[in-house]
C-alpha cells in the first residue's frame, strides 16, 4: 500500500495505514516478548522497567487499534454519503485528520498515565506473561470502570451497530440510485470495513463480554477457562489484520503474482511451429527411356 502514492493519499486508506503501523509495532515488541517468557518460563530480564513498556504496548496499543476501527466504521459514513464535508481542505483537516490524532493521543496518554504514574502501587509477578497483568488502577472502581466502558465496550458496539448500519444503507442506496461506477466505488469503501469490522466482532466480542460480565459484579473465578481463551483468541486480531487489509485492497485477484512471485509460475505457451516446406517429383513407376 505505501509503494503506491494512489492508494497513500486515497483518504479511506489513512486508517488501514494507521492501524497496520499500530500493529506492527504491537507484533514487534509485545508479541516478542510473549515468545521470550514462553521460551524461558519467565519474565527475562526481570526488571520493573520491561514490565511497565510490556504493560504498556498491550494496554495502550490494542486499545488504539480497536478504537481506531471503531472511529473507521463512523467515518466510513462520511467517506459515502456526505463526501461534500470533505470538499475543502481545512474541512478534510478538522474531519478527517483531528478526530484520529485526538483519539490515538488520548489513549496514549491515558494509559501513560495510569501504568507509569499510577495512583497507587503496581505488583509485579516475574513468573507469569505481562508481569501479572496486576495493575492496581484496575482495582479503582472509577479508573477500572471507564477503562472497560470507554475503551473495550464502546468501541465494540460503535463497531457493530455502524457496520451494520453502513451495510443497509449502502445496499438501499445502491437499489435507489442504480449508479453502477459509483456503487464499485462505494462496495470496495464498504468491503474495507466490513472485512476488517467482521474480523474484530468475531475475535473480539468473546473477550468484550467477559468485561461486560466483571463489571456486572461476577466473579472473574466462576469464567476463568473461557476467559484465557477469549484473550488468547483475541490476539488474532493482530496476526490476522494485515492479510484481511491485503484482500480487501486488492483489485484483481492477479496482483497476487505480484506480491508473492515466488508462488507465481508463468504459463506454457504452445507457439505453432513453421516447418519447411518440401517439394517432391512425382516419377512414374518402372518408367523406360526410349532410344531412337
Known amino acids: 500500500m505505501l509503494s503506491s502514492q494512489t492508494r497513500r493519499q486515497a483518504i479511506n486508506n489513512h486508517v488501514i495505514i494507521l492501524l497496520l503501523f499500530n500493529n506492527l509495532i504491537y507484533e514487534l515488541i509485545d508479541i516478542s516478548l510473549f515468545l ?60 478527517h485528520y483531528v478526530p484520529m490524532m485526538l483519539l490515538v493521543s488520548y489513549i496514549i496518554l491515558f494509559h501513560f498515565v495510569v501504568i507509569v504514574f499510577p495512583p497507587c502501587e503496581n505488583r509485579y509477578d516475574y513468573t507469569q506473561e505481562i508481569c501479572g497483568h496486576q495493575l492496581c488502577f484496575h482495582n479503582s472502581k472509577l479508573i477500572g470502570t471507564w477503562d472497560s466502558i470507554a475503551h ?49 466482532l468475531f475475535l473480539y466480542i468473546p473477550y468484550m463480554c467477559m468485561e461486560l460480565t466483571h463489571l456486572c459484579c461476577i466473579s472473574p473465578e466462576s469464567s476463568n477457562n473461557f476467559e484465557e481463551y477469549a484473550q488468547f483468541f ?59
Open 36 to 95: 521470550n517468557y514462553y521460551r524461558l518460563d519467565t519474565v527475562s530480564p526481570a526488571t520493573q522497567s520491561l514490565c511497565l513498556i510490556w504493560i504498556f504496548i498491550d494496554e495502550a496499543l490494542y486499545s488504539v487499534s480497536t478504537i481506531t476501527v471503531a472511529w473507521a466504521s463512523i467515518e466510513r459514513h462520511i467517506l459515502i454519503f456526505h463526501n461534500q464535508w470533505l470538499s475543502s481542505s481545512r474541512r478534510r483537516f478538522l474531519i
Open 152 to 200: 473495550n465496550i464502546i468501541p465494540t458496539l460503535t463497531i457493530v451497530i455502524f457496520s451494520i448500519t453502513l451495510l443497509v444503507r449502502v445496499l438501499l442506496q445502491n437499489r435507489r440510485m442504480h449508479r453502477i461506477v459509483q456503487w464499485r466505488k462505494h462496495r470496495k469503501m464498504a468491503i474495507q470495513l466490513l472485512s476488517i469490522s467482521a474480523l474484530y
Open 234 to 292: 483475541s490476539y488474532y486480531v493482530i496476526f490476522l489484520l494485515p492479510f484481511v487489509c491485503l484482500v480487501s485492497l486488492m483489485e484483481r485477484p492477479w496482483r497476487l503474482k505480484n506480491i508473492f512471485p515466488c508462488w507465481y509460475r508463468p504459463p506454457r505457451l504452445v507457439h505453432p511451429t513453421i516447418l519447411p516446406s518440401v517439394h517432391f517429383v512425382a516419377q512414374q513407376p518402372n518408367a523406360i527411356e526410349t532410344i531412337s
